[in-house]
Every structure is written in structure tokens, then in C-alpha cells.
């Protein structure tokens, strides 16, 4: 039996003593990546979080968006002016990247003005997949506009 409670115990085989100490084998489990979660991801280690509808979707879609540190670290000005193409446009990149929950996403995201702005957005390849699966609305838009 291991010196110390094991929940490997038995599997565990001792091999041989060095120096006074019980040296113990344990068999090693190879595991395969799940290439499918991988290419879901919005950066290494974090998975892309994608609402169940673009109904959901009930942010502002127009006026001064700010947004809080969680999901914009990166700059003294957390403040976005939605009536700006070009910060509207950033805005919804940041928060499709950054979105921890569905409640970050319906908070910040409009579903129409997604879809608009769809084909626009620079996005990591994970987040753009996972959206377009869930939402071939927006996979149509991006086609249309190609």
C-alpha cells in the first residue's frame, strides 16, 4: 500500500526504494485534443461563448456604450460611441472575443446590428465559426457581402 491515501492505489506498483523513499509507478493516460473545442475558441484556453438567438441580443443599438474592465482592459477610455461606424464595428469585435457569458453578450449586442455588421468584423477564425454554426443568418450575410 502507497504511504499516502491514493486514488490511483490500485493501479499503483512499487518499483524500488531510493534513498530510504518508496518510489511508485504510475501509468500515464494519453489524451487527445478535442479538435472540434479547439477550433471554437476565441484565443488559446478560452472558449467562444455564442448566444442561443440573435432575439437574445437586446443591447443598445444606438448612443454611448461603456463598457466595463472585464471585457476592455486595454484602454483609458471604456466608452464607445455607437453612432461611429468604426467604434461600433470595435466595440462588437471586443465584445465577441472577450464575452465570458450569455449575459455579457445580451447586455452589449444587438442581434440586428450584428447581422449588419457581420461581414465587417475582424474576428478570431473559433468565434467566426461558432457563431456562423449556430447562426447561418450570419453566414449569409457574410456571403452576400463577399
Given at each position: 500500500?502507497?504511504?499516502?491515501?491514493?486514488?490511483?492505489?490500485a493501479?499503483v506498483?512499487?518499483i524500488?526504494?531510493i534513498g530510504?523513499?518508496?518510489?511508485?509507478?504510475v501509468?500515464?493516460v494519453?489524451?487527445q485534443?478535442?479538435?472540434?473545442r479547439?477550433?471554437?475558441?476565441?484565443?488559446p484556453?478560452?472558449?467562444?461563448?455564442?448566444?442561443?438567438s440573435?432575439?437574445d441580443l437586446?443591447?443598445?443599438a444606438?448612443?454611448?456604450v461603456?463598457?466595463?474592465i472585464?471585457?476592455?482592459w486595454?484602454g483609458?477610455?471604456h466608452?464607445?460611441?455607437?453612432?461611429?461606424?468604426?467604434?461600433?464595428?470595435?466595440l462588437y469585435?471586443?465584445?465577441l472575443?472577450?464575452?465570458?457569458s450569455?449575459e455579457?453578450?445580451?447586455?452589449y449586442?444587438?442581434?440586428?446590428?450584428?447581422?449588419?455588421?457581420?461581414?465587417?468584423l475582424y474576428?478570431?477564425?473559433?468565434?467566426r465559426?461558432?457563431?456562423?454554426?449556430?447562426h447561418?443568418?450570419?453566414?449569409?450575410?457574410?456571403?452576400a457581402?463577399?
Open positions: 500500500m502507497a504511504p499516502w491515501p491514493c486514488p490511483f492505489a493501479f506498483d512499487r524500488f526504494d530510504g523513499m518508496r518510489v511508485y509507478s501509468p500515464m494519453a489524451i485534443p478535442d479538435a472540434s479547439a477550433r471554437y475558441e476565441s484565443r484556453g478560452r472558449r467562444a461563448v455564442v448566444a442561443a440573435l432575439a437586446r443591447g443598445p444606438d448612443g454611448t461603456e463598457l466595463p472585464w471585457l476592455f486595454s483609458p477610455d466608452t464607445f460611441d455607437l453612432g461611429d461606424e468604426d467604434m461600433r464595428r470595435w469585435q471586443i465584445v472575443r472577450e464575452a465570458g450569455l455579457d453578450l445580451a447586455a449586442l444587438d442581434g440586428d446590428t450584428l447581422i449588419a455588421l457581420w461581414p465587417d474576428l478570431p477564425e473559433g468565434v465559426q461558432a457563431w456562423e454554426e449556430q447561418p443568418v450570419l453566414r449569409a450575410a457574410a456571403t457581402a463577399a
